[in-house]
């Protein structure tokens, strides 16, 4: 069936396996807010060391891994990403276990707009009028939820932030999506072994306390896997405006999932801008459909 697919269509449906993923991973923290995030992001990019590497060795891809090895610009661009993306898991995670889910969906809702903007002035993208109303619409609503918070959105500012320049650079850098996030794990794992040798050495280590406790930690690697190698993929078959709208599909399941799940206060207002994106998600995505089909 994938070989029949256009690639911008394979590019769609990757992005929406990666964000149902990370949609998910809202209810998975919830399960488990009485483990350290630093222990937690540790524990995502360690065991996804292994799980990258098999899927490297099904593929037959050590050749291309060895290549990015050999490459020392590759290899400095993925050190970066890889430590921005280390800080995005922590700060996120606080955000779920001290009750702040829906400043953390906000993040994710302003990130699409901040890869707008980044695909207009770094990548050259342009948009027709009825994209540019979607994206205003967006605005907007992004607007409208940020005066509802009552406060600035630095916890939001921050996730959108560094998942945008995430994104970014790993859309420009030559590197396969899963040689370049198998790169990544690997270049952060001893560090990060660090990290929760200290926090065994300090008593406050959960990772073999109990059987709960560590399958679930292992299963963060699992899923911190399957979510970026399916969004690598993804950004290599779209338009970075494009893989940025397709990014409110996981922030409306973390708001849900705080509203339904974690029962966090919502009012009108924030209700109402989540309408209005989910309009302007619509406008846009039947706008590039019209436009590819051309």
Known sequence: MLSKMSESNKGVLFAIIAHLFWGGMAVYFGLIRH????EIAANRGVWSVPIAALVIWWLRLFPNVWAVLKNPKSVLILAFTSAIIVFNWTFYI??????????????????????????????GERFNRVQLIAIALAAIAVTVQTIATGVFPVLGLALAGSFCLYGLLRKTITVGPVEGFFVEVLL???PLLAVEFWLFKS?????????????????????????????????KRLRYSTAGLLQYISPSLVFLTAVFVFHEHIDKWKL???VIIWIALAIYSA??????RA
Request: proline share 3%.
């Open 35 to 38: 483990i350290n995030p630093v």
């Open 94 to 123: 606080w955000c779920i276990q001290h009750g702040r889910t829906l400043e953390a969906s906000l993040g994710y809702f302003i990130n699409p707009l901040l890869n707008v903007v980044a695909g207009f002035f770094f990548l």
């Open 188 to 190: 952060i794992a001893l």
């Open 203 to 235: 008593g406050s280590a959960k990772f073999g306390d109990n059987v709960f406790d560590t399958l679930m930690l292992l299963g963060c690697g699992a899923l911190t896997s399957g979510a970026l190698i399916f969004f690598a993929a993804s950004l």
């Open 272 to 274: 109402l801008s989540f």
């Open 287 to 292: 706008s590039s459909l019209k436009e590819h």
